[in-house]
């Protein structure tokens, strides 16, 4: 069966497209218009048209095409982007600034992101009280949201938060688009468990210093979110590597290898998600009757999730973030999406509808508000 | 204090994942029950203690004599830090990394009452980067306490690892563990690179 065939197979008719897409439609509408569209401001009113229409017709592009990554990653991408803009922008507002300074950290003003959630834990264990400076209800991004969300979906989802729910994660998937094959083609297994290292890490000094040092001192995002004013040396060398690490393992190591390699090889709450792989009812599965064994959803596999042995022994590594790329780059429809305890090479399109309807909401509505705030700011620059 | 604690509890993952498989045998070698294993492992463990109180009187000694000079003493551990930061880099990502554990010479001996006491020696005397760190730091410090209280630090960070040691033989994917453990050192590594650069950039400011 060639690409075009297995295509044909998940694909689905203009009709029953659309049939899948309706609740997509109805859920959407009601979180992006709130149920009352609003057209007093037509910046703001064509920019939620405009998200609403983005939103509906990649997934039903999903199921017409049957397709997932590429048009996931549409919307991955434009999300990371709106969200850098809409905390900049924030800023710009609020503080005339990017950086952030000592009188907010004190008022607790700094937007909160989940990647801070690992240093959480032991502090609030030990000492019963928050170390990140951000709002713990109200106000822009506040901390109880952001940890009911990342639980919510990492249950849901597991390491699929990754590639459907990260506001970061877009970067370096788009980076990692740029060019059609990679320069660097052989990097170490080894690398792929640097993220638990880092892990280990940041609890411990988080917990020792009670400071969330991850945002400190290593987050690569810093540079497209907020950052410390640079007063002395020791915020100097911060924002250095905030943005040695951005352009190394958000841009260029992407570029050049074709992976995502920041969230491979740093990212700490990527290590959470991993083990929370094992408890998630969506999975990846590999039907052995199918597979040829030609490889190709190991060269494409973007977090080093698939190995020649795993796919030998017909298991999915608990790295894998259910982006979708193996399965589309699959001439056999061998490797597919899956619900526990359902076996391998059944149920294909119950597994895949499922899926796509739960982790493409779940973006489409964590993504509306940022999405909406760039649109809106695009709208008013340009008219 | 921090910091030492930080480096000992990360080079300690590293170092209990190569060397603990080697003195696990050898500690439990022998031992009935919960008592001889927990009289083993304080034997252990307060060799280590003593050595490193030796090795703290020593560095901060030599600190004394040779960083007289407030520049010096910014810019010269500075550059040692850098150092030694970037051979302990160089060990977790290096492939050449020498796999075995020094304590495996007390395989030689046959008494078994000196084998905790010879292992918390061979274990506190094999020389890698994280104990020249810390060295480095015991010179740099004020006083000869606070030297005491850097190594005592690095002792509790590195000696947390290996209080689990009785049920290491219980633990699957030791090789994960390992590898973790070893990228952690490597980040340490690095904590200290960026704390010898401050250091030296700082020193050559103010001087």
Same mark, same amino acid.
């Given at each position: 069966m060639d690409n075009a065939l297995k295509t044909a197979v998940m694909r689905k008719s203009f009709g029953k497209s659309l049939l899948y897409t309706l609740p997509m439609i109805l859920i959407t509408f009601m979180f992006i218009s709130g149920g009352k569209p609003n057209f007093s401001d037509p910046a703001s009113g064509l920019a939620m048209l405009m998200v609403f229409l983005l939103v509906n017709v990649l997934y039903f592009l999903m199921h017409f095409t049957g397709k997932t990554d590429r048009l996931r990653a549409i919307l991955f991408i434009i999300f990371a982007m709106s969200l850098s803009y809409t905390l900049i922008h924030n800023m710009l507002e609020v503080?005339?600034?990017m950086s952030f300074s000592e009188a907010d950290i004190l008022e607790c003003k700094i937007p909160f992101c989940h990647l801070v959630i690992p240093m959480m834990i032991l502090p609030a264990a030990f000492?019963? *009280?928050?170390?990140?400076? /951000? *709002?713990?209800?109200?106000?822009?991004?506040?901390?109880s949201s952001m940890v009911v969300l990342w639980v919510v979906a990492t249950i849901v989802l597991g390491r699929g938060f990754c590639s459907w /729910?990260?506001?970061?994660?877009?970067w370096d998937d788009g980076f990692s688009r740029?060019?059609?094959?990679?320069?660097?083609k052989k990097i170490s297994?080894?690398?792929?468990l640097m993220p638990f290292a880092v892990l280990l890490m940041v609890i411990l000094t988080a917990a020792l210093t009670l400071m969330p040092t991850y945002c400190s001192?290593?987050?690569?995002f810093k540079a497209v979110t907020e950052f410390e004013q640079v007063t002395s040396v020791e915020s100097a060398t911060k924002a250095g590597i905030f943005l040695s690490l951005f352009g190394g393992l958000v841009v260029v190591l992407p570029v050049m290898t074709k992976k995502r390699t920041q969230c491979s090889f740093l990212c700490p709450l990527g290590a959470i998600n991993t083990l929370s792989n094992k408890i998630t009812p969506f999975t990846v599965k590999i039907d052995k009757n199918s597979c040829?064994?030609?490889?190709k959803c190991v060269d494409v596999c973007p977090l080093f999730a698939l190995t020649r042995e795993d796919i030998k022994s017909g298991k999915v590594s608990?790295?894998?973030?259910?982006?979708g790329k193996c399965v589309d780059a699959c001439s056999k429809q061998a490797i597919h999406y899956g619900i526990r305890g359902i076996p391998a090479g059944t149920m294909k399109n119950f597994s895949r509808n499922l899926f796509l309807f739960v982790s493409f909401l779940f973006m489409a509505v964590f993504s509306a508000g940022s999405i909406i705030n760039t649109f809106h700011g695009l709208l008013k620059l340009i008219f | 204090m921090t910091d030492s604690l930080i480096l000992g509890l990360s080079s300690g993952s590293a170092c209990l994942a190569t060397c603990g498989m080697v003195m696990f045998p050898y500690l439990m070698a /022998?031992?009935?029950g919960v008592k001889r294993i927990a009289i083993d492992l304080s034997l252990f463990l307060i060799t280590r203690l003593a050595v490193y109180f030796v090795l703290a009187t020593l560095s901060w000694y030599f600190g004394q004599a040779l960083f007289s000079n407030t520049v010096v003493r910014n810019i010269v551990p500075g550059i040692l830090y850098i150092i030694f930061a970037v051979m302990l880099v160089w060990y977790s990502i290096?492939?050449?990394?020498?796999?075995?554990?020094?304590?495996?010479?007390?395989?030689?001996?046959?008494?078994h009452r000196l084998v905790p006491i010879l292992l918390g020696l061979v274990n506190s005397l094999g020389f890698c980067p994280a104990l020249f760190i810390i060295l480095t730091k015991g010179a740099t410090q004020g006083t000869l306490v606070q030297s005491y209280i850097a190594f005592l630090a690095f002792f509790i960070g590195s000696s947390i690892w290996f209080l689990p040691l009785p049920l290491a033989g219980r633990i699957r994917k030791k090789e994960v563990l390992k590898n973790i453990g070893i990228l952690a050192t490597g980040l340490a590594g690095i904590i200290f690179m960026i704390k010898g650069l401050t250091n030296l950039i700082g020193g050559i400011i103010n001087g």
């Amino acid at each position: 069966m060639d690409n075009a065939l297995k295509t044909a197979v998940m694909r689905k008719s203009f009709g029953k497209s659309l049939l899948y897409t309706l609740p997509m439609i109805l859920i959407t509408f009601m979180f992006i218009s709130g149920g009352k569209p609003n057209f007093s401001d037509p910046a703001s009113g064509l920019a939620m048209l405009m998200v609403f229409l983005l939103v509906n017709v990649l997934y039903f592009l999903m199921h017409f095409t049957g397709k997932t990554d590429r048009l996931r990653a549409i919307l991955f991408i434009i999300f990371a982007m709106s969200l850098s803009y809409t905390l900049i922008h924030n800023m710009l507002e609020v503080r005339k600034s990017m950086s952030f300074s000592e009188a907010d950290i004190l008022e607790c003003k700094i937007p909160f992101c989940h990647l801070v959630i690992p240093m959480m834990i032991l502090p609030a264990a030990f000492t019963k *009280s928050i170390i990140f400076p /951000g *709002s713990i209800i109200g106000g822009f991004a506040n901390i109880s949201s952001m940890v009911v969300l990342w639980v919510v979906a990492t249950i849901v989802l597991g390491r699929g938060f990754c590639s459907w /729910g990260c506001f970061y994660g877009g970067w370096d998937d788009g980076f990692s688009r740029f060019t059609k094959r990679p320069v660097i083609k052989k990097i170490s297994e080894l690398w792929k468990l640097m993220p638990f290292a880092v892990l280990l890490m940041v609890i411990l000094t988080a917990a020792l210093t009670l400071m969330p040092t991850y945002c400190s001192w290593i987050c690569p995002f810093k540079a497209v979110t907020e950052f410390e004013q640079v007063t002395s040396v020791e915020s100097a060398t911060k924002a250095g590597i905030f943005l040695s690490l951005f352009g190394g393992l958000v841009v260029v190591l992407p570029v050049m290898t074709k992976k995502r390699t920041q969230c491979s090889f740093l990212c700490p709450l990527g290590a959470i998600n991993t083990l929370s792989n094992k408890i998630t009812p969506f999975t990846v599965k590999i039907d052995k009757n199918s597979c040829s064994e030609c490889y190709k959803c190991v060269d494409v596999c973007p977090l080093f999730a698939l190995t020649r042995e795993d796919i030998k022994s017909g298991k999915v590594s608990m790295f894998c973030s259910k982006c979708g790329k193996c399965v589309d780059a699959c001439s056999k429809q061998a490797i597919h999406y899956g619900i526990r305890g359902i076996p391998a090479g059944t149920m294909k399109n119950f597994s895949r509808n499922l899926f796509l309807f739960v982790s493409f909401l779940f973006m489409a509505v964590f993504s509306a508000g940022s999405i909406i705030n760039t649109f809106h700011g695009l709208l008013k620059l340009i008219f | 204090m921090t910091d030492s604690l930080i480096l000992g509890l990360s080079s300690g993952s590293a170092c209990l994942a190569t060397c603990g498989m080697v003195m696990f045998p050898y500690l439990m070698a /022998g031992s009935a029950g919960v008592k001889r294993i927990a009289i083993d492992l304080s034997l252990f463990l307060i060799t280590r203690l003593a050595v490193y109180f030796v090795l703290a009187t020593l560095s901060w000694y030599f600190g004394q004599a040779l960083f007289s000079n407030t520049v010096v003493r910014n810019i010269v551990p500075g550059i040692l830090y850098i150092i030694f930061a970037v051979m302990l880099v160089w060990y977790s990502i290096g492939k050449n990394r020498k796999p075995d554990c020094p304590a495996k010479i007390v395989k030689t001996v046959n008494n078994h009452r000196l084998v905790p006491i010879l292992l918390g020696l061979v274990n506190s005397l094999g020389f890698c980067p994280a104990l020249f760190i810390i060295l480095t730091k015991g010179a740099t410090q004020g006083t000869l306490v606070q030297s005491y209280i850097a190594f005592l630090a690095f002792f509790i960070g590195s000696s947390i690892w290996f209080l689990p040691l009785p049920l290491a033989g219980r633990i699957r994917k030791k090789e994960v563990l390992k590898n973790i453990g070893i990228l952690a050192t490597g980040l340490a590594g690095i904590i200290f690179m960026i704390k010898g650069l401050t250091n030296l950039i700082g020193g050559i400011i103010n001087g």
